[in-house]
T-cell receptor, first 113, second 114 residues
Framework: DQQVKQNSPSLSVQEGRISILNCDYT??????FLWYKKYPAEGPTFLIS?????DKNEDGRFTVFLNKSAKHLSLHIVPSQPGDSAVYFCAASLDTGRRALTFGSGTRLQVQP | EPEVTQTPSHQVTQMGQEVILRCVPISNHLYFYWYRQILGQKVEFLVS????????KSEIFDDQFSVERPDGSNFTLKIRSTKLEDSAMYFC????????????FGDGTRLSIL
């Protein structure tokens, strides 16, 4: 199942700089997109989401951008902090989120002090 | 902050045995889900539950699996006769009423089948 793809398995950035995590999807029927952060031995923690009727959603240091024509979304973290080091998953859903989430394979972000 | 609670954190079971994984969703949430993650693989959807019935299930969720909400707070996943390939992290999630509500996940149960 490759409906949601995160092509970068890892990313390393310096503290204070911007982290940009990318995600592509193939199913044009997805209408709700989410980003989760996951630490080892914990469950995915919800970070931020975006509906398909928007192209940007911002929450503090986190901004998600959605490009529907390219079927691409990205998560920007500014400024990056060492505590942001984790695995980040994008996920997509039909029916405004009440349906199954389809997850990407994750990107491991390391923020260097 | 309210959270989804799962027990046990680790379950070791002999192949062929029944296992029940337990979850307490966030109290005012109405939609409940089970996902699993086999080591090194993606998080996969198993089943969703709303209004005391299954609303959606994946191909993985075959007759060996069942879910139940036995009371007002618990949500369980039962695997009737476990197989080696059922070894995985199992995550419970819940979401609130309304559209565009995120699913909130518990910390998972690591199921090891011997």
């Amino acid at each position: 199942d490759q409906q949601v793809k995160q092509n970068s398995p890892s990313l390393s950035v310096q503290e204070g700089r911007i982290s940009i995590l990318n995600c592509d999807y193939t199913n044009s029927m997805f209408d709700y997109f989410l980003w989760y952060k996951k630490y080892p031995a914990e469950g995915p923690t919800f970070l931020i989401s975006i509906s398909s009727i928007k192209d940007k959603n911002e929450d503090g240091r986190f901004t998600v951008f959605l490009n529907k024509s390219a079927k691409h979304l990205s998560l920007h973290i500014v400024p990056s902090q060492p505590g942001d080091s984790a695995v980040y998953f994008c996920a997509a859903s039909l029916d405004t989120g009440r349906r199954a989430l389809t997850f990407g394979s994750g990107t491991r972000l390391q923020v260097q002090p | 902050e309210p959270e989804v609670t799962q027990t046990p954190s680790h379950q070791v079971t002999q192949m062929g045995q029944e296992v029940i994984l337990r979850c307490v969703p966030i109290s005012n949430h109405l939609y409940f889900y089970w996902y699993r993650q086999i080591l090194g693989q993606k998080v996969e959807f198993l089943v969703s539950f709303y209004n005391n019935e299954i609303s959606e299930k994946s191909e993985i969720f075959d007759d060996q699996f069942s879910v139940e909400r036995p009371d007002g707070s618990n949500f369980t996943l039962k695997i009737r006769s476990t197989k080696l390939e059922d070894s995985a992290m199992y995550f419970c999630a819940s979401s609130d009423r309304g559209s565009n509500q995120p699913q909130h996940f518990g910390d998972g149960t690591r199921l090891s089948i011997l």
